[in-house]
């Protein structure tokens, strides 16, 4: 099972939206709807910021949101700021032998 | 409090074992699918294995099926991984997590602990 496939960075401006795209294919992202994102800061434990493809846990900023379309998932983090600076990791469920995969993680930096 | 404490990291020769603890509390453990991530240093987080509730579903990530077993004690709180025939490539952070949704939405994790493989 391959990892999902994220852009290895993203940047924006306090203030701008910025998406990251976690592609993977029908028999992960887009068979199930179990997609999370997690948000990690270096040095510390990820944290989750999405599950089940758009869901937010609480305590987490309503600037953070998450869709997919297809085989592609999204995390939408609108309104930047700079504590948004951090790595960005999707996961998706995939019914295989490897029951889940993480993707290749995306670093944001804000501007 | 939710807490998930790892331990039993260390540095092990190539070939060797190592057997990962962690300790559950703050919330009613065997009701939790619990899994083990680990990250390499300085790269990205690879899932690794789960665990249900009861300790009769266990999965792996085809890098460590027949080498790491997955476990649990619901009367300890305590979630184990016995590592077995260790390569230099298992060299990470492993981290447990809880499980809170469905699927691998992991609401709880612990601090991590540093397992070196290396002669």
């Known amino acids: 099972q391959s990892a999902l496939t994220q852009p290895a960075s993203v940047s924006g401006s306090p203030g701008q939206s910025i998406t990251i795209s976690c592609t993977g294919t029908?028999?992960?992202?887009?068979?199930?709807?179990?997609v999370s994102w997690y948000q990690q800061h270096p040095g510390k434990a990820p944290k989750l910021m999405i599950y089940e493809v758009s869901n937010r846990p609480s305590g987490v900023s309503n600037r953070f949101s998450g869709s997919k379309s297809g085989n592609t998932a999204s995390l939408t983090i609108s309104g930047l700021q700079a504590e948004d600076e951090a790595d960005y990791y999707c996961?998706?469920?995939?019914?295989?032998?490897?029951?889940?995969?993480f993707g290749t993680g995306t670093k944001v930096t804000v501007l | 409090e939710v807490q998930l404490v790892e331990s039993g990291g260390g540095l092990v020769q190539p070939g060797g074992s190592l057997r990962l603890s962690c300790a559950a509390s703050?919330?009613?453990?065997?009701?939790?699918?619990i899994h083990w991530v680990r990250q390499a240093p300085g790269k990205g987080l690879v899932w690794v294995s789960h665990?249900?509730?009861?300790?009769?579903?266990?999965d792996y990530a085809d890098s460590v099926k027949g080498r790491f077993t997955i476990s649990r004690d619901n009367a300890k709180n305590t979630l184990y991984l016995q590592m077995n025939s260790l390569r230099a490539e298992d060299t990470a952070v492993y981290y447990c997590?809880?499980?809170?949704?469905?699927?691998?939405?992991?609401?709880?994790w612990g601090q991590g602990t540093l397992v070196s493989v290396s002669s």
């Open positions: 703050g919330f009613t453990f065997s009701r939790y699918w």
């Open positions: 997590a809880r499980a809170g949704y469905r699927g691998p939405s992991f609401d709880y």
């Open positions: 996961i998706s469920y995939t019914g295989s032998s490897t029951p889940n995969v």
């Open positions: 029908s028999t992960d992202v887009g068979g199930y709807n179990f």
């Open positions: 665990i249900d509730g009861d300790g009769s579903r266990t």
